[in-house]
């Protein structure tokens, strides 16, 4: 006992406290030393320093790194050092070398997965780092999720989407509403239904819009900045998640998802395959490695399927109807371009092919994108070469440097995209007809073996109720107390926020 007293004298501890601060600035002036691998890029000498730089701007700022990275590029070039070991990158046109196909290896960086790094969600397959353990987690999962699946789904999707009109006309005739909350019911039922079995019941079993899935998703975004830079409350979280509960209000939201209401639904889809959908099929199919089937996991990729298949969606369709009740215009010719079609029997492949609601989609997702926060990866076993266009720059980016891309700096490139800010469905089309060519420049749903499990199912979701809005509620509705500023990008928690917090868009059907 004696000897534990005088480990803690107080000079003891000055000691301690002197030799962390000396490491600390050891470790900050080798970062901007010449010895450093990165030290020949350019970009701010303090960013380059210490984390603490990127911190600032996304923790006690909250969510805005990303238009301090912007500025960067502006000042240093396509190619700038935005911290210690991160590269970050504003060419379009290296999107394919970042985020390459499945023949080349491309992991993802613990530090930028930090944020989600806490309980089951921290083992899923969109939090692991590794390439080839990504593949060994997302494969048994992603078959559920191809477009030949999802076609096969598209009528309950349908029949989801015409429940939610159906209760915004009934429910919110004279009474003003935010859309969003109802798109956040509709998206997170389809899935729920979809994954577990039976829709978590937010459309059909309760009178308005809230709760829903998003208000608890929104904790996990409160919460990915503290999680990011807080290496205590992430580890207090996983190894002790009764902690959490002294974490904060948010922290505390998520685990219970995690570990109390995610966890029934999966038990339950299990005990009744027949009816238990992808989770249920998944067990049963035994294509899950052992260590990847107890309920720890399943649970994390059930909280990761929701989460994505809520608030990204939603939050387009909600752009979608702001834009069609803002410019009249652009209903009238989606209204056009939708001639001759059912309410009650539209077909995604169809609509596919009508080529202004695919314009209208498309830009939507260019403004609205599922993540708006930077991603990065790590070409492990090759040097990526970076060269301009103009043949003036070039770089050699050094194995295993994470370096990423920010849809909201890719969606505004003005050679790609002129008036970025304004919404201009006409840019995707060329003599009328859809452009695909400029698609590929969109990483929405991002791109590579990373890109979003569910992509299809969001396009399925976006067409059919996009075009059961424009015929149903748009020619009766009209915006309330809402303007460009509740839609517009200010600042990202992951996911874009605006000033005033979410995105969200206020109608009023008559």
């Not at 050092?81 to 060419?91: F, K, S, V």
């Not at 829709?199 to 079993?205: C, D, E, L, R, T």
């Not at 109390?260 to 099929?281: M, Q, S, T």
């Not at 067990?283 to 260590?291: F, H, I, K, Q």
Request: glycine share 8%.
């Amino acid at each position: 006992m004696d000897s534990l007293k005088g480990a803690f004298t107080p000079s003891a501890v000055l000691s301690l406290v002197g030799l962390l601060l000396a490491y600390r600035v050891g470790l900050a002036l080798y970062n901007i030393s010449p010895f450093h691998p990165l030290a020949r890029f350019p970009g701010p000498k303090l960013a380059a320093a210490t984390y603490w730089y990127e911190a600032y701007f996304d923790w006690i700022l909250v969510g805005r790194y990303g238009r301090r990275i912007k500025e960067m590029h502006r000042q240093y070039g396509p190619i700038v050092r935005i911290n210690p070991d991160e590269l970050h990158c504003c060419d379009p046109l290296f999107t394919d070398e970042i985020y390459a196909g499945p023949s080349r290896i491309r992991d993802k960086w613990q530090h930028q997965l930090n944020t989600g790094g806490a309980g089951p969600v921290s083992v899923t397959a969109f939090s692991t780092v590794p390439h080839e353990l990504h593949r060994i987690r997302r494969t048994p999962f992603g078959r559920f999720f191809s477009r030949g699946q999802m076609l096969r789904l598209e009528g309950e999707v349908l029949e989801f989407a015409s429940l939610t009109i159906d209760k915004m006309l009934r429910v919110n005739l004279g009474k003003p509403f935010n859309v969003k909350e109802a798109f956040n019911c509709f998206t997170a039922d389809v899935i729920s239904q979809y994954a577990f079995g039976e829709p978590m019941g937010f459309v059909s079993g309760q009178e308005g819009w809230e709760p829903n899935f998003a208000t608890w998703v929104s904790s996990f975004f409160k919460s990915a900045y503290m999680m990011r830079y807080n290496a205590l409350a992430r580890t207090a979280a996983n190894v002790l998640p009764f902690v959490a509960d002294y974490l904060g209000e948010d922290v505390r939201n998520i685990m219970h998802q995690m570990n109390v209401v995610i966890p029934k639904y999966i038990e339950a889809a299990i005990a009744n395959p027949e009816n238990g959908r992808v989770f249920a099929d998944v067990m049963r199919s035994g294509t899950l490695a052992e260590s990847e089937g107890d309920m720890y996991h399943l649970s994390g990729e059930g909280f990761n399927f929701l989460m994505a298949g809520t608030e990204t969606t939603s939050a387009t369709l909600t752009v979608l109807t702001y834009w069609m009740l803002a410019r009249p215009e652009n209903h009238q010719r989606l209204m056009k371009d939708l001639d001759g079609l059912s309410p009650s029997t539209l077909k995604w492949t169809e609509l596919e092919q009508r080529p202004f609601l695919w314009a209208m989609i498309h830009e939507a997702l260019r403004m609205t994108p599922g993540v708006s926060h930077r991603s990065a990866r790590i070409a492990r076993d090759e040097d990526l070469v970076y060269r301009s266009v103009d043949g003036k720059t070039q770089w050699v980016i050094p194995r295993g440097t994470p370096i990423g891309m920010t849809s909201m700096i890719n969606h505004w490139d003005e050679t790609l995209f002129p008036d970025p800010d304004d919404f201009l469905p006409d840019r995707w089309l060329v003599d009328g007809k859809q452009n695909y060519e400029l698609r590929k420049h969109l990483i929405s749903f991002g791109k590579g073996t990373r890109v979003c499990i569910g992509e299809n199912l969001a396009y399925c979701e976006l067409y059919l109720m996009t075009a059961l809005m424009a015929m149903r509620v748009i020619p009766r509705a009209k915006l309330h107390n809402t303007t460009l500023e509740d839609i517009s990008y200010d600042h990202d928690m992951i996911v874009l926020q605006t000033t005033k917090g979410s995105i969200s868009v206020r109608i009023n059907i008559e």
